[in-house]
């Protein structure tokens, strides 16, 4: 793969913390910084899934709520919940709603 030049400034003290951390590794800066780069962008799925499941943690009991237990005895077990799409007090589709 072709390589471009990345010029960056950065204060002396992370400048040498750069250096020590790649001299420990056995590598240069510049490889230590591009194994930086993609650790980093390949953390970002894993930040999201993360950040979903606290939300899901979260607001489990308003979704309970709203859509009824997942599996729950009453034949929700597909996932969709009881009232799942439908109005409380009409009992339509919301697609139809504004």
């Known amino acids: ?4 030049q990345l010029n960056v400034r950065v204060d ?6 750069a250096r020590q951390r790649a001299l420990q590794r056995g590598m ?4 230590y910084i591009e194994e ?3 650790q980093d962008a390949g953390e970002v799925g894993r930040t999201f899934v993360e950040a979903a ?3 899901m943690k979260q607001y489990e009991s308003v979704f309970a709520e709203e ?3 997942f599996g729950a005895s009453d034949g929700a077990s597909d996932g969709a919940g009881k009232g799942a799409g439908k109005d409380k007090d ?9």
């Not at 793969?1 to 471009?4: D, G, I, V």
């Not at 002396?12 to 913390?17: K, L, N």
């Not at 009409?90 to 504004?98: L, P």
């Open 28 to 31: 240069s800066v510049n490889r």
């Open 90 to 98: 009409t009992g339509t589709g919301r697609a139809g709603k504004r």
């Open 12 to 17: 002396e003290t992370t400048a040498e913390a």
């Open 67 to 69: 859509f009824g237990e």
């Open 53 to 55: 499941s606290d939300f």
């Open 36 to 38: 930086l780069v993609k």
């Open 1 to 4: 793969m072709a390589k471009t």
